[in-house]
């Protein structure tokens, strides 16, 4: 059995004014930019264990 739904959900068809549209996309990039920083950090310091690791064996 479904629970009932809330009367702000999408079934309503509640639609959203322009700023609280803008202001999710804006928060979705925000989130975006920041897993590519994370992401960026990783390649970073995998390429430099890579390097060390390579020096190790010569």
């Known amino acids: 059995m479904e629970p009932p739904q809330r009367r702000d959900s999408p079934r309503y068809g509640r639609r959203q004014?322009?700023?609280?549209?803008?202001?999710?996309?804006?928060?979705?990039l925000d989130s975006d930019f920041i897993a590519m920083k994370r992401v960026w950090q990783m390649l970073r310091h995998g390429a430099v264990r890579m390097i060390g690791e390579i020096g190790r064996q010569y």
């Open 17 to 28: 004014s322009s700023t609280a549209v803008q202001q999710d996309w804006q928060r979705e």
